[in-house]
């Protein structure tokens, strides 16, 4: 029998533990006879978010769930998805974007099992006064949601303010900051919908994560038990465990939509092109960053659009 | 050669001073820059963070030699001299047991980050450097804790080392 | 009993064994925390968490306030804030019987606006007031126990290093725990004047100074006294994060220090100095304090004892007093950082699950704890006094500071009978 170590850095409520990480445990305790049992350990209680990979790594936790863009430049592949117009959503994106990660996996993040890929609903840009085109960010303090955006931020001539999510509202109910890049439901879930009025409807970026597991552990398990890891390290699963958090956020979007106190922005093709000339820089970055590991970018980035249009997960203007 | 440990402390605690001077300048220079022009200074965020790392490590270093750590002393004044400083040396002992172990594991930290091209933020300068730096201070407080250990069991307490008491005044 | 709860009590048994031989009390969390990990998952693991966790506590942007904040308390320090303070505060309050001690609690507060913590705040002013107490003919009792109660002050009236160190184990805003300890530490200076007014009863009044003498004696202190104004006022119309107020607070502080000819190279340096062997201390106390909390996490026996605790089913208000009479009986033998940093993972998760208020039982806890630096057998601020003042006994101390805990007391609970008092100013923030 096995008991495994399960560590995340979200609050136990989080939906992503009550409709993604409490099934997919369930149901590997009845795949296995319950003979592989979990210990969740949630809110950073057996080390820091930005910690995560090495934790599965050096075997602190058996499982993490680890978001790899908060160690800018450790894994750049993986990053790509995070570029601003890529996906347009997370549930069969996900899958699509597991697809598409094993390739490059065991290449990318080889100290651990990665047992699985997948992404956040994608999110958008939220500001106080409206923001329509990549100019109006000039000279404003935006919370960015991830290190990509922090560099966009940057390049669009705005500054980025660094605080931890629960303290985002705060900053910008007292003016340090103008705006705020973050999924749509989150907005209500901190009550910074009392602050950013207005909305940019567009799927600017998105924020991924993968299920690392501690490689010894999974290599010393029986062979039976390890099927059913196995069966449950898959795309559906992938799918699965975004949905629930996927459906919240894109709630958020509609509850915008038909709320007469905010004003969400339908952006013309040209505003999105606009938008996506004044981004490209960013990709030329990646670019460099992922030849400079001796992978192809050309190759990863083409694969990368057959998955995502194959999954109608694709972003096209 | 206690002379030259001391001149060598005096010398790491200033430069690991000077490093938390430079992270206050450097974070209110930037808050000011955010504030007045909407223009932080680019990395501040990691470079601040890193440098107070690397403050704190050498500052560290010292310590073991000079002591000053904060400790319970209620049962050990309470004692007589010979227990007292036999207690005192085993103290001494265990923290260079931890120091020790901490070295050895700070050092796979420094290779992973070397191999990991992991970077900060903003400027993407790498992040082994300051990695490898705080290795060092803790590397170095191997060695006076270490000397700490063997001038204690030689002769006076630690707080004998204090660099301030003949470097300086 | 399973074997993660032996592992669990063993840990905290070979905590204190280790620090009653004084290893400092950081390492000794440290050793337990890893081999207490080890315990439970093997050493590889264990002793990776020493790769990873202190890495992280000294490169972690939200402890970088710390510090700055000790810093900016050494600079005005150095700079002579404390006698000026004192001396403002006997020009003002001197003639009233027991002014001297009045003056002194009048200090203690001014000084706390600077300083993060309560020993320093204590060790500060029995170097400055308590001289001039005994020549002024105060009976010992009165004159060491004004200072040892005052110099809680230091921990309540923002900044505070303990409330720092509250904010980052329990993921909370220390802007608004700045703002939440204004009032109930306002209110503590005026019970301790109450206090003395009661205790100096038969004394003598002092001498009355012209209005012209109180003014000048204002000139020393006026300008970081307005600093602090704009930094906590910063913080909470929220113009600055708390990290970059420190930031600004410690330059500033050196500034005003250096214009005055008071801050040159050579003080500079050694504030520098002092700043950083106090910040490293903390910080050992810090890794230690992370690691111990990753072991008692992992052998889960917060969560048992939150399952317990809220199993027992006794209401909210009696689980609080039972937890706030733990710390109260803790407080007799443990420092109050490390009370803080070993039991408040422990019962935060109770506390919150009662539906306290975070902020508030940070202000709370911090009391209780605060309570604890003035109570035998063990009183850090008796022992600083003690320290600097040989020839006055730990009895007598004790005996002199005893008024102030029963006020202390008196006002814990007022605070925890009327959250508002606490609350109102932080939710007025932004
Ligand atoms: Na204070
Ligand atoms: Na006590």
């Not at chain 1, 404003?140 to 922090?150: F, G, H, L, S």
């Not at chain 1, 670019?287 to 590991?293: D, G, I, L, T, Y």
Request: aromatic share 10%.
């Amino acid at each position: 029998d096995t008991e495994l170590r399960l560590s995340h850095w979200l609050p136990p409520q989080h939906a992503l533990q009550t409709t993604g990480f409490e099934p997919w445990i369930e149901s590997i305790g009845e795949a296995s006879d319950g003979k592989i049992t979990f210990q969740i350990f949630p809110a950073q209680q057996l080390g820091s978010a930005t910690d995560h990979y090495d934790i599965a790594r050096d075997g602190i936790a058996d499982v993490t769930y680890v978001a790899p863009s908060y160690q800018p430049g450790r894994f750049p592949i993986i990053s790509l998805a995070e570029h601003p117009f890529k996906v347009t959503q997370a549930k069969s994106g996900s899958a699509a974007f597991n697809d598409w990660y094993q390739q490059y996996a065991a290449e990318e993040m080889p100290d651990v099992k990665v047992c699985m890929a997948f992404m956040q609903d994608p999110g958008t840009l939220h500001t106080v006064e409206e923001v329509r085109l990549p100019g109006d960010l000039n000279g404003k303090n935006i919370r960015p949601a991830q290190a990509t955006m922090a560099s966009m931020v940057a390049m669009l001539g705005g500054a980025s303010v660094q605080v931890p999510a629960p303290e985002a509202r705060e900053v910008i109910a007292r003016g340090a900051a103008e705006g705020i890049i973050f999924p749509w439901d989150s907005i209500y879930l901190f009550g910074i919908d009392a602050e950013t009025k207005y909305h940019i409807d567009f799927p600017l970026y998105t924020t991924v994560f993968v299920m690392a597991m501690n490689q010894a552990r999974y290599d010393g398990m029986p062979e039976d038990e390890r099927a059913v890891i196995d069966a449950h390290c898959t795309s559906e699963w992938a799918e699965r465990l975004a949905s629930g958090w996927a459906e919240r956020e894109e709630s958020g979007r509609e509850k915008m939509l038909s709320d007469s106190s905010h004003t969400v922005y339908e952006p013309t093709p040209e505003d999105i092109t606009a938008w996506q000339d004044a981004t490209a820089p960013l990709m030329d970055q990646w670019r460099q960053q992922v030849s400079a590991k001796g992978a192809d970018p050309a190759a990863i980035e083409q694969s990368f659009v057959d998955h995502m249009s194959a999954a109608g997960a694709l972003f096209e203007n | 050669m206690n002379q030259l440990l001391r001149r060598f402390a005096s010398i790491v605690e200033t430069v690991a001073a000077i490093c938390l001077a430079v992270v206050t300048i450097l974070i209110f220079v930037s808050a000011l820059g955010r504030y007045l022009f909407s223009a932080p200074i680019p990395d501040a965020f990691d470079i601040s963070r890193l440098l107070l790392g690397l403050a704190i490590a050498w500052g560290y270093a010292v310590l073991g030699y000079r002591g000053g750590h904060i400790c319970v002393d209620l049962l050990v004044e309470a004692l007589p001299e010979r227990p007292r400083r036999a207690l005192e040396v085993i103290a001494q002992a265990i923290l260079l047991i931890f120091t020790f172990a901490l070295a050895w594991k700070l050092f796979d930290r420094v290779i992973s980050a070397y191999n990991s091209t992991e970077a900060t933020s903003d400027l993407r300068f790498p992040v082994w450097p300051f990695i490898g730096g705080i290795w060092l201070g803790v590397a170095a407080a191997v060695l006076t804790t270490l000397a700490g250990l063997i001038l204690m069991i030689s002769g006076g307490p630690l707080q004998r080392n204090d660099p301030e008491d003949d470097v300086y005044e | 009993m399973s074997e993660s709860d032996l592992v669990a009590i063993a840990g905290f048994v070979a905590l204190f064994g280790l620090m009653a031989i004084r290893v400092p009390v950081g390492i000794a969390m440290g050793i337990v925390g890893i081999a207490g990990f080890a315990q439970i998952t093997g050493w590889g693991p264990a002793l990776n968490q020493l790769a990873i966790s202190p890495l992280r506590t000294i490169t972690d942007y939200n402890t970088s306030l710390i510090p700055m904040f000790i810093l900016m308390g050494v600079f005005a320090t150095r700079s002579g804030i404390s006698s000026e303070l004192f001396g403002a505060g006997r020009a003002w309050l001197g003639h009233l019987r027991g002014g001297l001690a009045l003056a002194t609690i009048a200090a203690c507060s001014g000084f706390a606006a600077i300083s993060g913590s309560s020993v320093a705040t204590a060790a500060t002013m029995s170097k400055v007031a308590l001289p001039e107490m005994r020549k002024a003919g105060y009976p010992d009792t009165l004159a060491t126990g004004v200072i040892a109660g005052g110099g809680t002050l230091g921990i309540l009236i923002p900044p505070s290093v303990v409330l720092a160190i509250y904010a980052y184990i329990t993921e909370q805003d220390v802007g608004q725990l700045f703002i939440a300890g204004v009032v109930p530490g306002l209110i503590a200076v005026l019970i301790y004047m109450g206090v003395v007014m009661f205790m100096a009863r038969d004394a003598s009044p002092g001498e009355k100074i012209g209005i012209a003498e109180r003014m000048r004696a204002l000139r020393g202190i006026w300008p970081v006294m307005l600093l602090f104004i704009a930094i906590i006022g910063g913080i909470y119309i929220g113009v600055v994060t708390p990290t970059e107020a420190a930031a600004a607070g410690a330059f500033l502080t050196w500034l005003i220090g250096a214009l005055r000819g008071r801050l040159g190279w050579r003080e500079t340096r050694a504030s520098l100095v002092e700043a950083l062997r106090t910040a490293v201390a903390i910080y050992t106390i810090l890794i230690g304090a992370m690691l111990f909390s990753y072991f008692l996490a992992v052998t889960q026996a917060p969560q048992k004892i939150t399952a317990w605790l809220t199993g027992l089913d006794l209401g909210a208000y009696p689980t609080l007093a039972l937890i706030l009479i733990f710390f109260l009986a803790m407080g007799c033998i443990l420092d109050a950082m490390a009370m803080i940093i070993l039991l408040v993972p422990i019962v935060f998760p109770v506390v919150t699950q009662l539906g306290f208020d975070p902020i508030w039982f940070g202000i709370i806890v911090v009391m209780t704890v605060e309570l604890g630096l003035i109570t035998p057998p063990i009183g850090m601020n008796v022992f600083v006094i003690n320290a600097v003042i040989r020839d006055a006994k730990l009895t007598t101390i004790f005996r002199g500071v005893m008024p102030f805990v029963v006020a202390d007391i008196v006002r814990l609970v007022v605070l925890v009978a009327l959250p508002a008092l606490t609350l109102w100013l932080p939710r007025t923030m932004g």
